[in-house]
């Protein structure tokens, strides 16, 4: 049984190649430490959306829609205004609709700090010092440091661990979402029509014409709750950002917090298992015609910082100077 982490060239740029039986991951640290590629060889599976073909620039062009890239911060800021309890930050409009989208770390290039073997798991560890070096600091002058744990093991699959230390003298906003990039169908020579997704979610949220919450409550149709019973099909229809609490939900007769994903023609399911801090799911497949979609855990909920609601309902959080905080989560084949 092999087991390895290497640093690899990746046309051109240095990446890391983890390997742990059956399991297969490159950590792209120049596209923001996104998990380019996680592979299943015994299965033949293409877990997240990978492209061979692609340049360094086409993937820089479009991060977002590869691997599993790290957002901070996540989703939308309406019209670019970043509120915290010590500051008012203004965000530059990317966005269509008159928003700020995604933030800007997954599109930095990050450092290799290690790659390593220990215990029959592959290991990576990324990192990226955000401070004046940065060209966004002059817009938002707080630093930090982002550091990124990914493991790769027979029992766990791939882990991933990403921690955020405040590094100034002002308040930090910890807000994250993991943009998930699943392919369907996953399986070699497969149909979409046989993926299907299992998502324990509660309360939808209303969003405006802007895709920002109006802090409204929406009640589940018929057709959402097939997230609740696992027969939502993923693709071939539009799902365009559907908004819910997280809950929890059970798998094989335990509790389970996060989303199941299966191929109904060969009974191969991904379990994408995340921590509580998790505490959103958006869910988005770009028209539904692309061969992929995202389920999206998020700490905070869309445009969390501006919202007047309480912190407990949004999800918004800081880190006072000093202060970390992790988060976690694990993606494997049942």
């Known amino acids: 049984m092999a087991f390895s982490a290497n640093v690899i060239s990746y046309k051109g740029k240095d990446v890391i190649e983890l390997t742990a039986g059956k399991y297969k991951a490159i950590i792209a640290p120049f596209l923001g430490s996104n998990v380019l590629r996680l592979q299943d060889t ?18 820089k ?9 790290t957002l901070y911060l996540p989703n939308r800021l309406s019209k670019g205004r970043l509120k915290t309890s010590d500051a008012l930050y203004q965000f530059p409009i990317n966005d269509p609709l008159g928003n700020h989208i995604h933030g800007f770390l997954h599109k930095r290039e990050h450092s290799i700090v290690s790659a390593t073997v220990v215990n029959e798991t592959a290991i990576a560890k990324t990192e990226y010092i955000y401070d004046e070096n940065d060209e966004f600091f002059e817009t938002y002058p707080v630093s930090f440091k982002a550091e990124f744990t990914f493991t790769l093991s027979l029992k766990d699959g791939l882990g991933y661990k990403f921690t955020m230390t405040n590094t100034s003298e002002k308040m930090l906003p910890f807000g994250v979402c993991n943009h998930t990039v699943i392919n369907a169908p996953f399986t070699k020579d497969g149909d979409g029509l046989d993926s299907r997704i299992y998502l324990p979610v509660g309360e939808k949220w209303e969003l405006d014409s802007a895709f920002i919450p109006t802090c409204d409550f929406l009640p589940m149709t018929n057709h959402e709750r097939q997230y609740l019973t696992g027969c939502q099909l ?17 798998f094989n007769n335990k509790p389970f917090y996060g989303t199941i994903i299966s191929d109904e023609a060969t009974k191969i399911q991904i379990c994408y ?6 505490k959103y799911w ?13 389920p999206e855990p998020s700490t905070w909920i869309i445009d969390a910082p501006n919202l007047n609601i309480p912190p407990n309902e949004t999800g918004y959080l800081e880190l006072a100077p000093g202060e970390s905080k992790t988060i976690s989560s694990k ?4």
Do not use: T
């Open 331 to 334: 993606l494997y084949v049942v």
């Open 282 to 294: 958006i869910i988005w497949n770009n028209s539904g015609d692309k061969g992929y979609f995202c």
């Open 61 to 69: 062009a479009s991060p977002e829609v590869y691997g599993m890239p």
């Open 42 to 59: 015994e299965n033949e599976l293409e877990i997240l959306r990978y492209d061979e073909n692609l340049s360094i620039e086409e993937l």
């Open 234 to 250: 993923p693709v071939l229809h539009d799902i365009n950002n559907d908004v819910f609490f997280a809950e929890y939900g059970s």
């Open 273 to 278: 298992e995340i921590c509580e801090d998790y």
